[in-house]
């Protein structure tokens, strides 16, 4: 039975209390928030569970084994680094960490120690995406043409980061984790309208070799929400739309198809379109699926896909997003 604490009961950390104390190899003893409302709501909901303000307290106690964050990014690197030094698993909400510096130095404690350090990509752990992996893995879309994705709503707007870091974690993770290929370099795009230099709106380019591209919409001031990723493939197409109830993939019987004649004007293009099909997906909360995986590899000692590593990869391409915003959308090498 692994025993979990959780630091921050604000938004997300009310899932990972509910979730975690919901399986049959863990439960949540502890519970740390500054907010005397929060402690309130716990004792609340769940009166066997401890409440604490200090996160010190809780990372020592020898009745931890594991600790979850849930607080902002600003708080991660020390938060992660107390409780890895006090020798406890670590799950940490994204973005894993504020730079690449501080991730690098996590992952090598984490790995020093002998510790599960995992990052918080649930979007990984959802029905849609593993169903994405496995079309991509079995080559059933072919060669991969390209990767575009679409993050947008009104609000909410975020006081201590851009939109980038704010939404873009999640779709860079799900390209991190479907793709095979290792991004060459990143541009970025954006506008602050407010004046507090944390800009609202951003696109963002991301390079590969062999012609692979990878674009993202990410928008705090759009009408409606959307919640899209289209990705182009040598044989087929695919679309997810997270917010549709049923059919949220549907992969396309459609391509192009060249050949080149003797002449630059004599190049022959063909257009393929087929049928279109929704596969089934599985019907399960993905944060409890990631829950039981932190646990199960903690038990067995497995290192995780959702590892130090995926969370620094995807914090490199924040980075370089945000210095590519400041050079008005220079190429930055990855």
């Not at 003893?29 to 609340?44: E, G, I, R, W, Y």
């Not at 087929?236 to 549709?244: G, P, R, S, V």
């Not at 192009?256 to 909360?285: C, F």
Request: hydrophobic share 40%.
């Amino acid at each position: 039975m692994l025993k979990v604490g959780v630091i921050g009961y604000g938004y997300w950390g009310p899932n990972l209390v509910r979730n975690f104390n919901g399986l049959a190899n863990a439960e949540v003893l502890m519970v740390c928030d500054p907010s005397l409302q929060a402690q309130n709501k716990v004792k609340l909901a769940y009166p066997h569970i401890d409440v604490v303000s200090d996160a010190k307290a809780l990372i020592s106690s020898s009745k931890i084994d594991a600790v979850a964050i849930a607080t902002p990014v600003s708080t991660h690197f020390e938060l992660v680094k107390n409780a890895l030094e006090e020798g406890k698993h670590v799950f940490v909400e994204k973005p894993f960490t504020e730079t690449v510096a501080q991730g690098e130095e996590l992952v090598e404690l984490a790995e020093k120690k002998k510790l599960t350090l995992v990052v918080d990509h649930t979007y990984l752990f959802t029905g849609a995406v593993k169903k994405m992996k496995q079309l991509i893995d079995e080559g059933a879309l072919g060669k991969i043409y390209y990767f575009d994705s679409m993050r947008v709503n009104l609000g909410l707007f975020q006081h201590d980061v851009n939109v980038i870091w704010d939404l873009a974690p999640h779709d860079l993770s799900i390209m991190d984790y479907l793709l095979k290929n290792n991004p060459i370099g990143i541009s970025a795009n954006g506008i602050a309208h407010f004046g507090n230099d944390l800009h609202n709106i951003a696109y963002i380019t991301v390079y590969f070799q062999d012609n692979l591209i990878a674009h993202f919409n990410v928008n705090w001031l759009s009408p409606v929400k959307v919640r899209s990723t289209l990705i182009g493939g040598e044989k087929k197409m695919l679309t997810w739309n997270d917010l549709e109830a049923d059919e949220k993939i549907k992969i396309y019987d459609k391509g192009v198809d060249v050949k080149n004649g003797e002449g630059i004007h004599d190049i022959l293009v063909s257009y393929r379109s087929g049928d279109m099909w929704a596969p089934r997906l599985k019907q399960t909360e993905a944060l409890k699926e990631e829950a039981e995986y932190f646990v199960k590899c903690v038990e067995q000692n497995s290192p995780p896909f959702n590892d130090g590593h995926s969370g620094l990869r995807v914090v490199k391409l924040l980075e370089a997003s945000s210095e590519s915003l400041k050079s008005e959308g220079k190429i930055i090498k990855i």
